[in-house]
DNA sequence: TATTGTTATACTCTATAACTATA
DNA sequence: TATAGTTATAGAGTATAACAATA
């Protein structure tokens, strides 16, 4: 691991004294660096397509399973996306705030909420579709049908069986 | 895509009229879904891990690129990691209040700061090496080398050439 | 006792804008 | 004009702790 020119310095692109080039040698195994790395230029692309719509990865998810699954609870949506129950609260609110989701009591069990989506939701989230569709034909394009499969089935096994909540 | 039950209600585990069980199907063939749900997994394991030395993956990731390059300014670093300087500015700030990174002043660039490690920041970039291989090997170990191979190359390939900042 | 929602609190990352010093 | 650092500010996600209502 950890091959390159570790101690070297990186070769400066100009004359100056300070370098420009960074050696990440010492990163190239890490797997979770790769991982990191593929996110970070996936959420910039994200961001830049939701700009206008001002929705983030995290919200776009949960109107997306709150439509697929209308009535489902804070803490199911939660627990499935891996996040904290806390988390999702303020999540919520948000939506909450902007009219794009409404909260109403379970009728079966009053300690539970049912979420659904507003008429102004599914409007959002339609509009979601589309701009979601154009922006991940930008990277799907760069495999075949075939890796895209492999890249998957790759994903899915790391995240199987991650209850850590 | 989106197969599945979409418009049915997910089965409950038990006999109450709430869902537990969140259809997923339509978030399915999302390539930045399972992206984002790896990234959750492994931060996870990442946090339990670091719990003691309180460090975040950006953290150790800046370490260990000034470890490698030596002086290399904050820019350069940001531009590698894909963040934004003010953010990267925050990121040091923390770490130079722990004591663990310092900025000395370029000789030949006065606009410039280099980044060094302290020699407490060796000392816990050392210790985390050792506990970032063994939460490493936990999904490492999912995969032949020739699937981690592949693997890192897909998400090579969705983060080539993003100079997006 | 355990679960769900809720509130309060705090930290990290992110990002924009504007300013200073320097190139 | 452009670049590097800096500061201020704000929003979003994350997490812990504690409480109330309910199961």
Known sequence: MAVGNRGEKAQRQDGADDMRRIDTSSLEDILGFHLRM????????????MEDLGLTQKQVAVLELIAQNEGASQIDIAAT??????????????????NLVARRPSPVDRRRQQLILTG?????LA????????HERKFTGR???????????????????????
């Open 38 to 49: 593929a996110n970070v230029a996936l959420y910039h692309d994200f961001s830049r397509a």
């Open 143 to 165: 495999f075949s049908k075939e890796e895209l499969k492999t890249f998957v089935g790759f994903l899915k096994r790391v995240y199987a069986g991650d209850s850590s909540g």
């Open 81 to 98: 996306l891996g996040m904290d129950r806390a988390t999702m609260m303020s999540l919520v609110n948000r939506l909450e705030d902007r």
């Open 127 to 134: 509009a979601c579709r589309d701009l979601i569709a154009a």
């Open 120 to 124: 102004e939701g599914q409007e959002i």
